[in-house]
């Protein structure tokens, strides 16, 4: 049985009978005013994070979200973007297709102003998506493609690359992992389905995706997720997992290679009023820039009189890019 049918099977389950321990369904679920989100779809919430996020969601998007889950985030994007067909979700699983319509139902019920045409729901796989070239604003996963084995992995990124219009967004949601794990749990099938030995470091998780062609990545958020402990799995040492929400913008590749925010800030310190390195980055006498690490790194290789931050992992806009 390929991993790939291993993680069918498993989220056919998961649709037919809502697993509340799959992935973090406790977690806190955004609200916005006037939405009403179902209790079936919060136990059907098989995500680690989120990826609905106001900034990105603006003028009426298309929104493409893959691995329909229970159908929350569909109905949170569905808020921002009221218009037929103007959210599409893909899954391969007939089971969880079905599950998602049952519950918009209910959301309606929950929701005067929301309508189920306002998603779009098709059978679909990520490594062949049913959908147009640049055809969409916004891309959305949420703890799926940590799934996926390096070249599927590859081939899903380059799917909502040739999908996303310029300047389009990927935004996801995924365990990522900076310690090595043994081949055991690396080949464990179930254990990958259930987004745990598939998780990679975040330097490899980027490179996946300036690979694709993405000129501008944002780490949103960056908090603990699971460990894998010797008494309950196939290692001999605790290996800590994190999950990220991540961001992807379809700008073109710099000259000097893409733009990777990671929560770093620079601040002039000096005598004179601001500082102007003449490539459009000014920093005003004490106030804290948001700056990408390729920013950071020429900025203090430029003047001594700059503070630079380490690494927050935490960036939501506003900076120097």
């Known amino acids: 049985m390929s991993y790939l049918t291993a993680t069918n099977d498993l989220y056919k389950e998961a649709a037919l009978t809502p697993d509340i321990g ?4 406790t977690n806190p679920v955004w609200q916005f005013p006037g939405l009403s989100i179902p209790k079936i779809m919060q136990e059907m919430n098989y995500g ?13 998007p298309r929104v493409l979200y893959v691995g329909v889950g229970g159908g929350m985030e569909l109905l949170q994007f569905s808020y921002f973007s009221r218009q037929a067909a103007g959210v599409i979700g893909v ?5 969880m297709l079905e599950a998602s319509r049952l519950n918009f139902k209910i959301a309606e019920e929950e929701n005067d102003w929301f309508n189920s ?24 996963q949420n703890c799926l493609f940590n799934i996926f084995k390096a070249e599927d992995l590859k081939k899903a990124i380059n799917e909502m690359y040739r999908v996303l219009k310029p300047h389009g967004r990927l935004v996801m949601s995924d365990p990522v992992c900076e310690q090595p794990m043994n081949d055991k749990l690396r080949n464990d099938d179930r254990l990958r389905a259930l987004c745990l030995s598939g998780s990679i470091s975040i330097k490899d998780y980027v490179k996946v995706l300036t690979d694709a062609g993405f000129g501008t990545i944002e780490i949103r958020a960056r908090k603990s997720y699971r460990v894998l402990s010797p008494n309950h799995y196939p290692t001999d040492e605790l290996v800590h997992i994190e999950a990220i929400e991540i961001a992807a913008i379809k700008d073109a590749m710099p000259t000097d290679g893409p733009c990777i925010f990671t929560g770093k800030t620079a601040i ?3 005598n004179d009023e601001y500082f102007d390195d003449n490539k459009g980055h ?5 106030q804290p820039l948001a700056v990408c690490d390729k920013t950071a790194d020429a900025l ?3 003047s001594e009189e700059i503070h630079i931050s380490e690494s927050t992992w935490h960036y939501d806009g506003g900076g120097c890019c």
Not at 91 to 95: G, I, L, R
Not at 127 to 134: C, H
Not at 282 to 286: A, F
């Open 48 to 60: 680690c994070g989120s990826t609905v996020a106001a900034q990105d969601l603006v003028n009426n």
């Open 282 to 286: 000014v920093l005003l006498q004490n």
């Open 117 to 140: 045409e306002f998603v779009q729901l098709i059978k679909g796989d990520a490594l062949n998506l049913p959908i147009e070239d640049e055809s969409i604003d916004v891309a959305a």
């Open 300 to 302: 203090a290789a430029t």
């Open 22 to 25: 799959l992935c973090c369904t």
């Open 268 to 270: 002039y310190f000096g």
């Open 91 to 95: 899954d391969v699983v007939d089971e």
